[in-house]
Structures are given as C-alpha cells and as structure tokens.
C-alpha cells in the first residue's frame, strides 16, 4: 500500500471508529510501529487525527470529514451483518413496500431480501448495486437528486420530492450517533433531510444500529426517540440505555453474532 493510500486510510478508520490502540491499528494495516509512528506524526501535524497515550483518536473537528462508504463498510463488520439479517427475517414480509437509506448496515439488508411481491424504494447507489442478482425478484425504485461521492447517495430537493410522493410500510434507518439527549443524528445535512422525508412516507420506522455508535452525537437530529417503533441492535449496547429507549415506547431487538 502506497504512503498515501495508507494515510488516507489511517484517516478513514479513525473517523469511523473514534479512538483505536497502535496496536490494533498495525495490525488492521499490516505496518510495523515504527512505519505506524511516522504516519500519525504526519496526520497530527495536518490537524487530521490526535494522537493519545497508546494510541490514535478523532481530531475534534473531523465530523466535518464524513468517511467513505467503503470505509465504513468494513468496520464492524459481524455486528453490521448481524443487524441487517436479523431485520431483513424479521421485519420484512412478502408484499411489502419499504424504504432502504443509504447506509452501510441498512444496504446489507438486501442480500437477505428473499421475499415475493417485494418493492424496494432507496436513495442508495450501494443498495441498488448489492439488489441487482436479485432484480427479477422485487422492483426496485430509486429517487433522482444530487449524487453526494463519500455515501454514493442521492440527495437534494428531487430526492426529497420522490418520496413525498409515496407510501411505504417500513422505513429502515441507521445514523452517525444515538443518544438519550439528541436521539438519533447524522454528519450531513442534505442526507438528514432525506431521511425526514423517508421517515414522513412511511408507518413504521425501524432504525439498525451497531452499539458502536451509542451515546455518541454528530452534527444534528434525524428523528427524535419517539419517532422509532423499532431498534435493532447487537449484544455490545449497554443496557441502561437500552432501558432508557423501552421507557420512551421503542421496541428493542438484539441480534447475536
């Protein structure tokens, strides 16, 4: 891996996961500490990530940097899947008409989409890609709009005018952060919107979260707390706010690895 390549995604990990040891971070690139040390001196004098005792964190202004999709794809991955299969068999159901974002836990739904009479609206070009074997299967629905690079999502007011435009039993969700105080948030704007459009076109709302992202906040609300019927999550989340989420009415599922 080039020296750039392996900076960038020095960079991407971190954004994604926050705080990381050198140790698991050498061993996630297959670098020695030394090459490791050079890297983080860099990043750190370029304001890109903050270097801490036996380790590496997020530089406090990075929710500005939003990491790649791909990026994102590749951390936790076991839970991710866990997440995504435990909604897809048991929240689906032949005939229905739901609403996929365009996120990487919510996109790994699909593979697992195995029904009759399926129609599925997104404004992701991951999921459409990961439904395509399937396409004989289910129709498949995407809005236009503004193709935003680090999701390959579509957002902007086309987006948000398609599905205004219908009605869908389910709306799957995900986001950036989920706590008690600002519910569950997301790193852009024009992605938000989206998901409030999504959010108001369908009668059920089912958020997939990995319990990475608990009791974290980014730059602003989706929905508040209320509005989740469903949460999917995995063993990792901490009960007490689990506790707190079934006392504002929310149905709470834990997928096991």
């Known amino acids: 891996m080039l020296i750039n390549e392996r900076r960038k995604k020095i960079v991407e990990i971190v954004n994604v996961e926050e705080n990381i040891s050198n140790k698991e971070l050498s061993q996630r690139l297959d670098v020695s500490e030394m090459t490791l040390w050079r890297d983080l001196k860099e990043l750190e004098s370029q304001g890109m990530i903050r270097r801490v005792r036996g380790g590496v964190a997020k530089e406090r202004n990075s929710f500005l940097r939003e990491p790649q999709f791909d990026a994102k794809q590749k951390i936790h991955i076991q839970e991710k899947l866990a997440i995504a299969r435990y909604a897809a068999e048991n929240f689906v159901t032949d005939g229905d008409i739901i609403i996929l974002e365009g996120g990487t836990t919510v996109a790994s739904m699909v593979q697992f989409l195995i029904y009759d009479d399926l129609t599925i609206l997104t404004n992701g070009f991951k999921t459409i890609m990961q439904a ?22 579509l957002v902007g007011p086309q987006a948000e005018a398609f599905f205004a435009g219908f009605q869908a039993h ?3 969700v995900s986001g950036s952060g989920l ?20 959010w108001n076109s369908a009668e059920r709302t089912i958020l997939l979260m990995d319990s990475s992202k608990f009791g974290k906040s980014s730059l602003a609300s989706i929905v508040r707390l209320e509005s989740i019927d469903i949460l999917v999550t995995d063993e990792g989340a901490p009960q007490e706010m689990l506790e707190q989420f079934r006392e504002l009415g929310m149905e709470i599922h834990v997928a096991k690895i």
């Open 132 to 153: 395509l074997p399937s396409l004989c299967d289910m129709s498949l629905m995407i809005c236009g709009g503004i193709l935003r690079e680090p999701s390959y999502t």
């Open 179 to 198: 706590s008690v105080e600002n519910g569950l948030t997301d790193l852009n704007l024009l992605e938000i919107q989206v998901k409030i459009a999504m």
């Open 170 to 172: 389910k709306f799957f």
